[in-house]
T-cell receptor, first 116, second 111 residues
Framework: DAGVIQSPRHEVTEMGQEVTLRCKPI?????LFWYRQTMMRGLELLIY????????DSGMPEDRFSAKMPNASFSTLKIQPSEPRDSAVYFC??????????????FGPGTRLTVL | SQQGEEDPQALSIQEGENATMNCSYK?????LQWYRQNSGRGLVHLIL?????REKHSGRLRVTLDTSKKSSSLLITASRAADTASYFC???????????FGTGTRLQVFP
């Protein structure tokens, strides 16, 4: 299995531009999580999906952030418009069970986003 | 605020020594997990301990859980340079549906 796949691995953009991060979970996994990691705030859960349905988006910082999961094998996290404070590493993770703490989460390699 | 707080924030040891990291949390939990993150990489699951368990082993890893003190510890025995990484605990605050990660302990093992 290829594991969780994220693209791009690095993204540099200018303030105000739209940014789209992509994630392909492990085949057969039915839960998908988006996290953001910064030195100041650590690892934060932004949103998670069960069976392609958003369950909890309380971690999404503001309306500039949106996430979709159109099917079981693909999810996107979009930031529009981007701001320098959005600079962080964004991780996608998937697990095979809806009760997240009863199952391992498998993390992708992350996308390092820099907003100038 | 963070559910889990690791202690110490940073730890430096020599190869062969044991490394102990602690995690404290605030609310009741169903289970607690430990993850490792190598520099520039995603997190990797190490071990899960359920709330009705007190100790669990996996290779050179030993995890303990004290629900009365709301704390857990991760012991890495006979450390190696390859153990250099950040280690995070994660809990579910009893909801069982999502993980809340702690602030992490940065471990440096010198050869």
């Amino acid at each position: 299995d290829a594991g969780v796949i994220q693209s791009p691995r690095h993204e540099v953009t200018e303030m105000g531009q739209e940014v789209t991060l992509r994630c392909k979970p492990i085949s057969g996994h039915n839960s998908l999580f988006w996290y953001r990691q910064t030195m100041m705030r650590g690892l934060e859960l932004l949103i998670y999906f069960n069976n392609n349905v958003p369950i909890d988006d309380s971690g999404m910082p503001e309306d500039r952030f949106s996430a979709k999961m159109p099917n079981a094998s693909f999810s996107t996290l979009k930031i529009q418009p981007s701001e320098p404070r959005d600079s962080a590493v964004y991780f996608c993770a998937s697990s095979s069970y809806s009760r997240a703490l009863e199952d391992t989460q498998y993390f992708g390699p992350g996308t390092r986003l820099t907003v100038l | 605020s963070q559910q889990g707080e690791e202690d110490p924030q940073a730890l430096s040891i020599q190869e062969g020594e044991n490394a102990t990291m602690n995690c404290s949390y605030k609310t009741s939990i169903n289970n607690l997990q430990w993850y490792r993150q190598n520099s520039g990489r995603g997190l990797v699951h190490l071990i899960l301990i359920r709330s009705n368990e007190r100790e669990k082993h996996s290779g050179r890893l030993r995890v303990t859980l004290d629900t009365s003190k709301k704390s857990s510890s991760l012991l890495i025995t006979a450390s190696r340079a390859a153990d250099t990484a950040s280690y995070f605990c994660a809990t579910d605050r009893g909801s069982g549906d999502k993980l809340i990660f702690g602030t992490g302990t940065r471990l440096q093992v010198f050869p």
